[in-house]
């Protein structure tokens, strides 16, 4: 099982920037697919960012043009840089990892609060 574990989460205002990090217990290069999801108070967790092998990546549209998913080699993270925050992405936000093995029921961080207040 991959340990994964975020960082990075607070209190911004509207408009205001912050990153994320996910740092894994293996070499993130070794995960097919790794990617983060949000979770708002009463709703459904729901896909933010993913980056696949390769380096391919891909956003919900809500986010398009805010946040950018990267890896960090050096620091074996996933980073999830968001900018222009709106009070609608308070959420806490959780990373996400998959092998690719069909054996692998993926892994799951434990969590960073963001919230979006003036």
């Known amino acids: 099982q991959v340990q994964l574990v975020e960082s990075g989460g607070g209190l911004v205002q509207p408009g205001g920037s912050l990153r994320l990090s996910c740092a894994a217990s293996?070499?993130?290069?070794?995960?097919?697919?790794m990617g983060w999801y949000r979770q708002a108070p009463g709703k459904q967790r729901v896909l933010v960012a993913t980056?696949?092998?390769?380096?391919?990546?891909n956003y919900a549209d809500s986010v398009k043009g805010r946040f950018t998913i990267s890896r960090d080699s050096a620091k074996n993270t996933v980073d999830l840089r968001m900018n222009d925050l709106k009070p609608e992405d308070t959420a806490v936000y959780y990373c996400?990892?998959?092998?690719?093995?069909?054996?692998?029921?993926?892994?799951w961080g434990q969590g960073t609060q963001v919230t979006v207040s003036s």
């Open positions: 996400y990892a998959h092998s690719g093995d069909s054996g692998d029921s993926g892994s």
């Open positions: 293996v070499s993130i290069f070794s995960m097919n697919f």
């Open positions: 980056i696949i092998s390769g380096d391919s990546t």
